[in-house]
């Protein structure tokens, strides 16, 4: 007999777009499914409505985490996405909302105690404000920093370095100088073919040829019988070796030494002189 876990291990997301979609209702701006995942796009006002709604009626009691996202080219270039849990149906939602720079959101901090340092961190790294938060402020980044680091438009090597000057004992904040320009790197491999123009390709621009040239008659490769004749002659000299000036006869001309009398493993034969020993 199968037993149905209050928690499964996995939880499918059959019906829940569409509940959730209805109990929302006009706070609800999009609804869809992606990579698994429901995602609810709603007022940027009535998110505290919209989080309460979530969290009493339909179970979602935790809030995971809180993420911004940058957009540029949007006229409200940053969303803000609430990553929500049901500990009862094991189940994960994400809402999000849309605002731009000047525009704050409501803060979820009377719903969520850590809701203050996730909307610090969303802050602190994308400028977006947060309405109610009595404690909006960096989180993650030095005293003094200028800008929101995770913005597209904010520079690679930002606006200021610090550094501890051995002669004043202290840290001290300057202009960023860079040692050498910022070098972009596109990683296209130009065996592969990249899409521009790479050192010595302009030599491979060269008009075809009208009229190749071809060797059909023998005189136009240079050989023939005069070459022939030349290169037998060539090689008939150079066969024969050329002695060098004062150079020592060949040791082949020399008469062979003659044997050796006695046999080898006689000794004394073949140590002593003649005569025997003196």
Same mark, same amino acid.
């Given at each position: 007999?199968?037993?149905?876990?209050?928690?499964?291990?996995?939880?499918?997301?059959?019906?829940?777009?569409?509940?959730?979609?209805?109990?929302?209702?006009?706070?609800?701006?999009?609804?869809?499914?992606?990579?698994?995942?429901?995602?609810?796009?709603?007022? +940027?006002?009535?998110?505290? $409505?919209?989080?309460?709604?979530?969290?009493?009626?339909?179970?979602?009691?935790?809030?995971?985490?809180?993420?911004?996202?940058?957009?540029?080219?949007?006229?409200?270039?940053?969303?803000?996405?609430?990553?929500?849990?049901?500990?009862?149906?094991?189940? +994960?939602?994400?809402?999000?909302?849309?605002?731009?720079?000047?525009?704050?959101?409501?803060?979820?901090?009377?719903?969520?105690?850590?809701?203050?340092?996730?909307? +610090?961190?969303?802050?602190?790294?994308?400028?977006?404000?947060?309405?109610?938060?009595?404690?909006?402020?960096?989180?993650?980044? $030095?005293?003094?920093?200028?800008?929101?680091?995770?913005?597209?438009?904010?520079?690679?090597?930002?606006?200021?370095?610090?550094?501890?000057?051995?002669?004043?004992? +202290?840290?001290?904040? !300057?202009?960023?100088?860079?040692?050498?320009?910022?070098?972009?790197?596109?990683?296209?491999?130009?065996?592969? /073919?990249? !899409?521009?123009?790479?050192?010595?390709?302009?030599?491979?621009?060269?008009?075809?040829?009208?009229?190749?040239?071809?060797?059909?008659?023998?005189?136009?490769?240079?050989?023939?019988?005069?070459?022939?004749?030349?290169?037998?002659?060539?090689?008939?000299?150079?066969?024969?070796?050329?002695?060098?000036?004062?150079?020592?006869?060949?040791?082949? $001309?020399?008469? $062979?030494?003659?044997?050796?009398?006695?046999?080898?493993?006689?000794?004394?034969?073949?140590?002593?002189?003649? /005569?025997?020993?003196?």
């Amino acid at each position: 007999m199968a037993v149905l876990h209050s928690a499964p291990r996995i939880t499918s997301n059959e019906g829940v777009k569409a509940a959730l979609s209805a109990a929302l209702g006009d706070m609800l701006l999009e609804a869809h499914e992606e990579y698994g995942e429901i995602l609810f796009t709603v007022q +940027r006002d009535r998110i505290e $409505d919209v989080l309460r709604l979530l969290r009493d009626d339909h179970e979602y009691q935790q809030l995971m985490e809180m993420a911004g996202v940058d957009y540029p080219q949007r006229a409200e270039r940053f969303e803000v996405v609430y990553m929500l849990l049901s500990l009862t149906k094991n189940h +994960r939602i994400m809402v999000k909302v849309t605002t731009d720079e000047a525009t704050p959101v409501p803060t979820v901090t009377t719903l969520w105690p850590n809701a203050g340092w996730l909307e +610090r961190e969303v802050f602190d790294m994308y400028g977006v404000l947060f309405a109610g938060n009595t404690d909006l402020r960096r989180i993650l980044t $030095d005293y003094g920093f200028e800008g929101h680091p995770f913005r597209k438009d904010f520079p690679l090597t930002g606006y200021t370095e610090l550094r501890y000057s051995e002669e004043e004992k +202290r840290v001290v904040y !300057e202009p960023v100088e860079l040692t050498q320009e910022l070098r972009q790197f596109d990683f296209m491999s130009p065996w592969e /073919g990249a !899409e521009y123009v790479l050192p010595g390709d302009e030599k491979a621009d060269v008009p075809p040829v009208n009229e190749p040239k071809v060797t059909e008659k023998t005189s136009d490769t240079g050989a023939g019988k005069a070459a022939n004749k030349a290169a037998a002659k060539r090689s008939k000299k150079d066969s024969v070796p050329i002695a060098e000036p004062d150079a020592p006869e060949p040791t082949e $001309d020399r008469p $062979d030494r003659k044997p050796r009398k006695g046999k080898a493993k006689d000794t004394k034969a073949a140590t002593e002189p003649k /005569g025997g020993k003196k």
